[in-house]
């Protein structure tokens, strides 16, 4: 399984684009690369997923460059609901998916 | 649509007591897994299953029992709760195939004393 590493923590204000970046150096070649968000007090919810390049929903960007060693989750002009801990997973998506620490965001107003 | 469903939603357990956490899905997922998560803490892998009568052991399974006599439960006993148990408990299911996103339930936040 990849081992991935991400910031513990970040801050920004409401408004501002934020970019969180996952580093996965030894990610296989039938690694998908998944983000999910967590709120306090629920379990992690599926925000987008990718293998390479760019992946846009209506939630956030996902930039994959060519060697697939990382990966940049954007979300677009924060709001104080997104507030919360974000988890990078690189996997084949099978049964035993391993969950990180986490990058905590703290959204100011 | 109920997605994964997990009862009780908390409990308090003594010490040396066992109990079973619930967890149901009716997305007709193959795989099931359990996790705990600590205060300010990341996810923690307990058990997983990877379909009907399968189960294998994550991170953490040391104190907990799972089955998985059908498809759509599965059950997570503790054999005799012990305070390092308390804890926030997800369940989560997902379909197969490298792009499938796992769903979780809403958790079951246990407290022994």
């Known amino acids: 399984l990849a081992k991935t590493t991400q910031p513990i923590s970040m801050d920004s204000y409401e408004g501002q684009e934020v970019n969180i970046t996952c580093s996965h150096n030894?990610?296989?070649?039938?690694?998908?690369i998944t983000w999910y968000q967590q709120f306090p007090s629920q379990g992690p919810r599926f925000i987008i997923q990718g293998y390479k390049t760019k992946v846009t929903n209506e939630v956030a960007s996902l930039f994959i460059p060519a060697d697939r060693k990382s990966s940049t989750l954007s979300l677009p002009r924060v709001s104080l609901s997104d507030t919360a801990v974000y988890y990078c997973?690189?996997?084949?998506?099978?049964?035993?998916?391993?969950f990180g620490a986490g990058t905590r965001l703290f959204v100011k107003a | 649509n109920a997605g994964v469903t997990q009862t009780p939603k908390f409990q308090v357990l003594k010490t040396g007591q066992s109990m079973t956490l619930q967890c149901a899905q009716d997305?007709?997922?193959?795989?099931m897994s359990w996790y705990r998560q600590d205060p300010g803490m990341g996810l923690r892998l307990i058990h997983y299953?990877?379909?009907?009568?399968?189960?294998d052991q994550g991170e953490v399974p040391n104190g907990y029992n799972v089955s998985r006599s059908t498809t759509e439960d599965f059950p997570l006993r503790l054999l005799s709760a012990a305070p390092s148990q308390t804890s926030v408990y997800f369940c989560?299911?997902?379909?197969?195939?490298?792009?499938?996103?796992?769903?979780f339930g809403q958790g079951t936040r246990l407290t022994v004393v």
């Open positions: 989560a299911s997902r379909g197969r195939g490298g792009n499938t996103e796992a769903f």
């Open positions: 997305m007709n997922h193959e795989y």
């Open positions: 030894n990610i296989a070649t039938n690694d998908y």
């Open positions: 299953s990877v379909g009907a009568g399968i189960t």
């Open positions: 997973l690189v996997g084949t998506g099978g049964f035993k998916t391993i």
